[in-house]
């Protein structure tokens, strides 16, 4: 599967925000929207810090 979790990292900490993103699309400045595999969805605002696809791991940091 292609799906990734999305963390946070907050002080040198990760931590997870969703499981099983399908679709990560930006919405405005700053601004997520994360759809799950199973059409859940979250807003979060942050930047884009890294994308370990291979991990299936994607970590945002929070706007300043």
């Given at each position: 599967?292609?799906?990734?979790?999305?963390?946070?990292?907050?002080?040198?900490?990760?931590?997870?925000?969703?499981?099983?993103?399908?679709?990560?699309?930006?919405?405005?400045?700053?601004?997520?929207?994360?759809?799950?595999?199973?059409?859940?969805?979250?807003?979060?605002?942050?930047r884009?810090?890294?994308?370990?696809?291979?991990?299936?791991?994607?970590?945002?940091?929070?706007?300043?």
């Amino acid at each position: 599967m292609c799906e990734a979790n999305v963390y946070m990292e907050k002080n040198g900490v990760e931590e997870l925000v969703m499981e099983s993103v399908d679709l990560l699309e930006p919405e405005a400045d700053g601004v997520w929207r994360l759809v799950g595999i199973f059409g859940d969805q979250k807003i979060i605002r942050g930047r884009l810090k890294a994308m370990k696809l291979v991990d299936h791991r994607i970590v945002f940091i929070p706007e300043r």
